[in-house]
């Protein structure tokens, strides 16, 4: 990515501000975030530079026009768990939200868009590892209702009006920067109680983890790479389980006596919604010849340190 102007909803969260950071070198952003997640933290380094501009905004609300050659959606209510709470903040978010960005790009003639969709929207797959084209497509949460349902209004107006879309099925990506997730969580519950470590559900669960530099890296890989509006799973070939995380949580973290205590939790997932074992198929993103840095285990170890740095 050189010489673009490039907007990027959620440009403040985990994935936008790494995202930021990476783009700045040689292209000029604009972020678009209404801070509901987080603080202004990991952008303010890059305020007042020439390349760059942040732009508070709610996206449910509005978007502010501009002249961008691509728009990188990633704005969305981004905690798996709320949607069992409230269904409708998925629904405000992630598809009233995207469908209004859809609406900038028509009325200001701006052809490209990559999106961050999720694995979610598989479901409960009963082909494991699960390709592009697997279906039908029942997700068990609303999260992942939204991103299906935002996936196909992309889809109707890449046909409409010639935007060029690339969707990317996002595996558990993991990074500096997080805001949440269960690195994020086990670190900072360690934080306050060494001494054990509470892991919900049965600690079996198991998916896929990217880390967030080959997640980055690879959307602008095929954005270069492939022409027309398609589909990307993102992730790894192997999967790491929760014990495991918690394991080496508590061993990069120097603690010798730390107990595992699993408690609370939905029929032995984290939380209902929760897919419990998730692998996406990577096939069609290694046949455009990108090939990923780090493994799912190796990119846990690589965000632990990542991430403690930051909380400690």
């Not at 052809?111 to 279906?135: H, Q, R, V, W």
């Not at 060494?194 to 997640?215: F, I, P, R």
């Not at 984290?270 to 455009?288: A, H």
Request: net charge negative; aromatic share 10%.
């Amino acid at each position: 990515m050189k010489g673009k102007h490039v907007m990027i909803t959620g440009g403040a969260g985990f994935i936008g501000s790494n995202m930021v950071e990476m783009l700045l070198e040689e292209n000029d952003v604009t972020v678009i975030d209404n801070l509901s997640i987080t603080d202004d933290r990991y952008i303010r380094p890059f305020m007042g530079r020439n390349n760059f501009n942040f732009i508070k905004e709610d996206i449910i609300e509005s978007v502010t026009p501009g002249e961008y050659d691509v728009v990188v959606h990633l704005a969305a209510d981004s905690d798996v768990r709320n949607g069992s709470q409230d269904p409708t903040i998925d629904l405000r978010s992630n598809v009233i939200g995207t469908v209004n960005v859809l609406e900038m790009m028509r009325k200001n003639d701006i052809k490209d868009i990559l999106f961050a969709s999720s694995s979610t929207i598989y479901g409960e797959a009963k082909i494991i590892p699960t390709p592009e084209n697997y279906g039908p497509l029942l997700p068990i949460s609303s999260y992942g209702a939204s991103k299906l349902s935002a996936e196909a209004f992309i889809s109707s107006y890449s046909h409409y009006y010639g935007i060029d879309a690339k969707i990317f099925r996002f595996a558990n990506i993991v990074g500096k920067n997080s805001t949440h997730g269960v690195i994020f969580d086990f670190i900072n519950k360690l934080k306050k109680n060494s001494s054990e470590l509470e892991v919900l559900g049965d600690g079996t669960q198991a998916k896929s983890y990217m880390h967030v530099t080959d997640c980055i890296n690879s959307m602008f890989y095929v954005y270069e790479k492939v022409k027309g509006t398609d589909v990307f799973n993102l992730g790894n070939d192997d999967v790491t389980n929760v014990d495991t995380i918690a394991r080496y949580v508590i061993e990069a973290m120097g603690l010798k006596n730390t107990k595992i205590v699993h408690r609370g939790g939905y029929m032995g997932r984290g939380w209902p919604g929760d897919v419990k074992y998730t692998r996406m198929d990577v096939k069609k993103l290694k046949e455009t010849g990108w090939k990923n840095r780090y493994s799912s285990d190796e990119a846990v170890k690589v965000a632990i340190e990542e991430i403690k740095r930051q909380i400690l």
